[in-house]
């Protein structure tokens, strides 16, 4: 008797065993567990197949953005596109990428190389690929010269803080050093900000002469006090404010309006093109 329970026991179990593995679906999405193969394969699909086939709707893009291309090129467009769908790349970026520096098609064969680089110098991944998306122009650097550039800026920042600069300020990868140095000079001597401070604004990418203006407009409303050199604190707005608030946020600030501002901005201008004249006389002499 025990024998026959033991076996009608089995029986029972292996009924249920078949009704479970004939009905997948009543068991949760959550507990399924692909074989190891099937996941292997399922890996290598998603990495090669769905890129491929978001590659014409890209090129389209690129196209219209372009106002169209050589037909004969059209092999190097889909490189670029596949290389940059591979390093994490979205499509809308992607466009901006070759919309911006159409000229990357020339460097298809090594793009992956210098994109491998560029990934080396950013902290995070989201800051590599905005950065490539926004400053694409960065990529037709050779390493050498961002090498270079890094021991450059190295004389002035702190190597972490280089780190930085490649996210906040990517230009002066770019930047004639001598233009870089002026703002830095400036900024520092006349404005009397530490480079520290330059590092988080974002002062470097915009032009001296938006830097000075803005700097110069406030000392003229009295909004700015040249800090005494050991001073540590002072009641200045910070740099990012100065260089970088909107207009009217910056006018909010100075409490002037928008037309007084622009007297002094084009008085600004002036005095800059009459400086540039001067200096191209004295290369002449």
């Known amino acids: ?57 890209i090129k389209a893009n690129i196209f219209e953005a372009l106002k169209g291309y050589p037909v004969s090129s059209d092999h190097l467009y889909e490189s670029v596109v596949q290389t940059l769908l591979s390093h994490g790349f ?30 080396s110098l950013y902290r995070s991944e989201p800051a590599f690929l905005k950065t490539m998306s926004e400053y694409p122009e960065l990529l037709y650097l050779r390493p050498e010269a961002v090498e270079e550039r890094k021991r450059e800026l190295f004389t002035v920042f702190p190597n972490k803080d280089i780190v930085k600069l490649a996210e906040t300020c990517p230009q002066v990868f770019i930047d004639d050093w001598d233009m870089v140095m002026e703002k830095v000079y400036y900024i520092t001597h006349a404005m009397v900000i530490s480079p520290g401070h330059i590092i988080s604004s974002g002062a470097l990418s915009y032009s001296l002469l938006h830097i000075k203006t803005r700097h110069q407009f406030m000392l003229c409303c009295g909004k700015y006090r040249t800090p005494k050199p050991k001073e540590v604190t002072t009641t200045n707005p910070p740099l990012e404010k100065i260089v970088g608030l909107p207009l009217r946020l910056y006018l909010n600030i100075c409490g002037v309006t928008a037309e007084e501002y622009d007297v002094f901005e084009k008085l600004m201008a002036k005095e800059k093109e009459r ?10 002499d």
């Open 1 to 57: 008797a025990g024998s026959m329970a033991a076996a009608a026991l089995m029986r029972s179990f292996a009924c249920s065993a078949l009704r479970m593995t004939a009905r997948p679906d009543k068991i949760p999405a959550d507990r399924l567990r692909l074989p190891v193969c099937f996941r292997a394969c399922s890996h290598v699909s998603l990495q090669e197949n769905e890129p491929a086939s978001r590659v014409p709707s």
């Open 90 to 119: 979205d499509d809308k970026q992607v466009v901006q990428v070759i919309a911006k520096a159409p000229r990357i098609v020339e460097l298809h064969s090594s793009l992956g190389n210098i994109l491998t680089f560029w990934r």
């Open 275 to 284: 400086e540039d004249a001067e200096d191209s006389d004295d290369d002449l």
